[in-house]
């Protein structure tokens, strides 16, 4: 199933490598859609990793901005700027008719990146996983030729989900550079400390945080599959990633919530064989 790298285009190797959950995911799209997929992956990767390789704000503005520019050239029918992902990504959204608005709504959705502040509560921290996380998952849905209302939602509820057990997995990370994506509130209620995360410290106090969090990302996940049965079996692939939110909440949920233990950071060796038993039966 996974092809040999030399077999794959630049954004399915950019996906490969750098989001991998999302290429196995992809893999299970039908072949004419597939690089479709990856370039619309690669492309949520370029917006995404904004604020890792700008040292400034404004710098990212204008990074993103780059993107505004070439989505708006795509849909104007302007010249496309030359890049490994923006022709690809051209292609696609003209070829396949893809909505404007939900990439506009992604690359708009990572200027929150570039502000340090964690979110204020758990609602604002569930609107963030919508906005970088829905809009993928429906662009998704309509290069597969699904876009009826119940697949559009249920594309919500499995972005939310996906996106949630990723800013959980990612505390680490964000960690390191004295980041915190974790709501204030929950933070203060249960007396975590961003003092001991930004120390690699794992605490008590912010496990049940993890919990809330992750309870929210399992409810998302259960309205998704509450629709399976007004879906077409089309629209499978690209709600495949709910599989994975399962797989990583799960890991999550026996290490005690604490995103600090070694297996939650470590990609789960049965992704795959999940991905296609999920597939076979039309289930996410």
Same mark, same amino acid.
């Given at each position: 199933?996974?092809?040999?790298?030399?077999?794959?285009?630049?954004?399915?190797?950019?996906?490969?490598?750098?989001?991998?959950?999302?290429?196995?995911?992809?893999?299970?799209?039908?072949?004419?859609?597939?690089?479709?997929?990856?370039?619309?992956?690669?492309?949520?990767?370029?917006?995404?990793?904004?604020?890792?390789?700008?040292?400034?704000?404004?710098?990212?503005?204008?990074?993103?901005?780059?993107?505004?520019?070439?989505?708006?050239?795509?849909?104007?029918?302007?010249?496309?700027?030359?890049?490994?992902?923006?022709?690809?990504?051209?292609?696609?959204?003209?070829?396949?008719?893809?909505? !404007?608005?939900?990439?506009?709504?992604?690359? %708009?959705? +990572?200027?929150?990146?570039?502000?340090? &502040?964690? #979110? =204020?509560? /758990?609602?604002?921290?569930?609107?963030?996983?919508?906005?970088?996380?829905?809009?993928?998952?429906?662009?998704?849905?309509?290069?597969?030729?699904?876009?009826?209302?119940?697949?559009?939602?249920?594309?919500?509820?499995?972005?939310?989900?996906?996106?949630?057990?990723?800013?959980?997995?990612?505390?680490?990370?964000?960690?390191?550079?004295?980041?915190?994506?974790?709501?204030?509130?929950?933070?203060?209620?249960?007396?975590?400390?961003?003092?001991?995360?930004?120390?690699?410290?794992?605490?008590?106090?912010?496990?049940?945080?993890?919990?809330?969090?992750?309870?929210?990302? !399992?409810?998302?996940?259960?309205?998704?599959? %509450?629709? +399976?049965?007004?879906?077409?079996?089309? &629209?499978? #692939? =690209?709600? /495949?990633?709910?599989?994975?939110?399962?797989?990583?909440?799960?890991?999550?949920?026996?290490?005690?919530?604490?995103?600090?233990?070694?297996?939650?950071?470590?990609?789960?060796?049965?992704?795959?064989?999940?991905?296609?038993?999920?597939?076979?039966?039309?289930?996410?």
């Amino acid at each position: 199933m996974v092809k040999a790298a030399t077999d794959l285009s630049y954004c399915g190797r950019e996906v490969r490598k750098y989001d991998n959950d999302h290429f196995l995911a992809g893999l299970f799209t039908p072949a004419d859609r597939r690089e479709a997929t990856f370039a619309l992956y690669a492309f949520n990767l370029e917006i995404a990793k904004t604020r890792e390789v700008v040292s400034e704000p404004i710098l990212g503005q204008m990074r993103l901005q780059f993107w505004r520019d070439g989505i708006e050239a795509v849909y104007e029918d302007g010249p496309v700027p030359r890049h490994e992902v923006m022709e690809p990504l051209a292609q696609a959204a003209r070829g396949l008719e893809l909505s !404007r608005a939900l990439f506009d709504r992604l690359i %708009d959705a +990572r200027e929150a990146d570039l502000d340090d &502040a964690p #979110p =204020a509560d /758990l609602t604002c921290l569930v609107n963030y996983a919508e906005v970088t996380g829905a809009p993928l998952v429906q662009l998704a849905l309509e290069i597969l030729g699904v876009r009826d209302a119940a697949a559009m939602a249920a594309g919500r509820h499995v972005g939310i989900a996906y996106a949630l057990s990723g800013i959980l997995r990612a505390v680490p990370f964000l960690a390191r550079q004295h980041r915190l994506r974790l709501p204030d509130d929950l933070m203060q209620r249960h007396g975590a400390k961003a003092e001991d995360l930004f120390a690699g410290r794992s605490t008590p106090e912010l496990r049940p945080v993890v919990g809330e969090i992750a309870d929210v990302a !399992r409810k998302h996940l259960a309205e998704a599959r %509450d629709l +399976r049965r007004e879906l077409p079996r089309e &629209a499978i #692939p =690209a709600l /495949l990633p709910a599989t994975l939110a399962d797989l990583h909440l799960g890991v999550i949920s026996r290490e005690g919530n604490d995103v600090f233990a070694p297996r939650v950071l470590l990609a789960n060796p049965f992704r795959q064989l999940r991905l296609g038993w999920a597939a076979m039966r039309g289930r996410y």
